[in-house]
T-cell receptor
Framework: GESVGLHLPTLSVQEGDNSIINCAYS??????FIWYKQESGKGPQFIID?????DKRQGQRVTVLLNKTVKHLSLQIAATQPGDSAVYFC????????????FGTGTSLTVIP | GAVVSQHPSRVICKSGTSVKIECRSL??????MFWYRQFPKQSLMLMAT?????????EQGVEKDKFLINHASLTLSTLTVTSAHPEDSSFYIC???????????FGSGTRLTVV
């Protein structure tokens, strides 16, 4: 499968600060990307997605940026809250893989009150 | 919204026995479901793609005779871990594509412990 990796395995931020989580993907032909949040012992929770024909997409307190030139994704969380503490994964979907997603290593975000 | 219900959430079984994990799409039809496993502090690894009414597609290195997948209806996919061994202990998660839009929804996961 495709290789998707994250630059930072752990990240600690102060409550109220902004968080940036980075992700590198390997398949330049991947056409769709999703960021997930996973709390301990639970399944992943969809946060935000972006298609390859977009550079930026905003949601509620979250923004995803896609740089296809360097095959890089980032997730920005504004005004980080303690409830944002979790592991964050990016996942890419290759164009010819029957809708399968391949996940990156994950970044553990800890919000310090 | 689209919900996938996964059961059981936790199971402990003896080595050599088989365990069945179920995933049901509650308010939508899932023609395709995906099965992942996750070891502690690691990422999700795709095991197989389950298609309703046809054979599952397994990722390289996944033993199809050990991890039996059945997708008999548009709302139910099952994963059976046969002759389980301690090394099969893991967190198993199913996922389905939401029929409207491009999102994918996940089950809550099953923690399997083989003793």
């Amino acid at each position: 499968g495709e290789s998707v990796g994250l630059h930072l395995p752990t990240l600690s931020v102060q409550e109220g600060d902004n968080s940036i989580i980075n992700c590198a993907y390997s398949n330049s032909a991947s056409d769709y990307f999703i960021w997930y949040k996973q709390e301990s012992g639970k399944g992943p929770q969809f946060i935000i997605d972006i298609r390859s024909n977009m550079d930026k997409r905003q949601g509620q307190r979250v923004t995803v940026l896609l740089n296809k030139t360097v095959k890089h994704l980032s997730l920005q969380i504004a005004a980080t809250q303690p409830g944002d503490s979790a592991v964050y994964f990016c996942a890419e979907r290759g164009p010819n893989t029957g809708n399968q997603f391949y996940f990156g290593t994950g970044t553990s975000l800890t919000v310090i009150p | 919204g689209a919900v996938v219900s996964q059961h059981p959430s936790r199971v402990i079984c003896k080595s050599g026995t088989s365990v069945k994990i179920e995933c049901r799409s509650l308010d939508f039809q899932a023609t395709t479901m995906f099965w992942y496993r996750q070891f502690p502090k690691q990422s999700l690894m795709l095991m197989a793609t389950s298609n309703e009414g046809s054979k599952a597609t397994y990722e390289q290195g996944v033993e199809k005779d050990k991890f039996l997948i059945n997708h008999a209806s548009l709302t139910l996919s099952t994963l059976t871990v046969t002759s389980a061994h301690p090394e099969d202990s893991s967190f198993y998660i199913c996922s389905a594509r939401v029929t409207r839009g491009y999102g994918y929804t996940f089950g809550s996961g099953t923690r399997l412990t083989v003793v």
